[in-house]
């Protein structure tokens, strides 16, 4: 207990060390850019953002679609040989719903970068 103590006491020390010599040895200027507010990389106070293009989220969908969903062939793999049949049958089912996806993704375009 008395370790834990010590260890908490040595990490606030510290930490206030840290801030003290940041106050003493850091820039004393200000800066008027620096003090600006920040807005997500556009310039303060403007208008409106441009949105992204509908091909960023589509990027995104069939990123969610081929990789993150492959993952279901590991155990596929480790059990086929176990299951036999049965299990080609499975992973046709779902190989057919992935082309299904596919073939959606590029019939709305998402494999256009124009």
């Not at 510290?14 to 003493?24: P, Q, S, V, Y």
């Not at 507010?37 to 081929?66: D, M, R, T, W």
């Amino acid at each position: 207990m008395t370790d834990i103590l010590i260890a908490w006491l040595l990490f606030a020390a510290l930490g206030a060390a840290m801030l003290f010599l940041n106050r003493i040895l850091g820039p004393q200027k200000t800066k008027t850019l620096k003090e600006q507010a920040f807005e997500c990389g556009s310039p303060p106070l403007q208008e409106g953002i441009n949105p992204f293009p509908v091909k960023y989220h589509l990027a995104a969908f069939v990123f969610l679609l081929f990789d993150v969903e492959i993952m279901f062939f590991i155990p596929w793999a480790l059990v086929f040989r176990e299951m036999g049949w049965p299990a080609l049958a499975v992973i046709t089912v779902y190989l057919m719903i992935l082309a299904a996806g596919f073939i959606y993704a590029w019939k709305k375009g998402a494999f256009d970068w124009r």
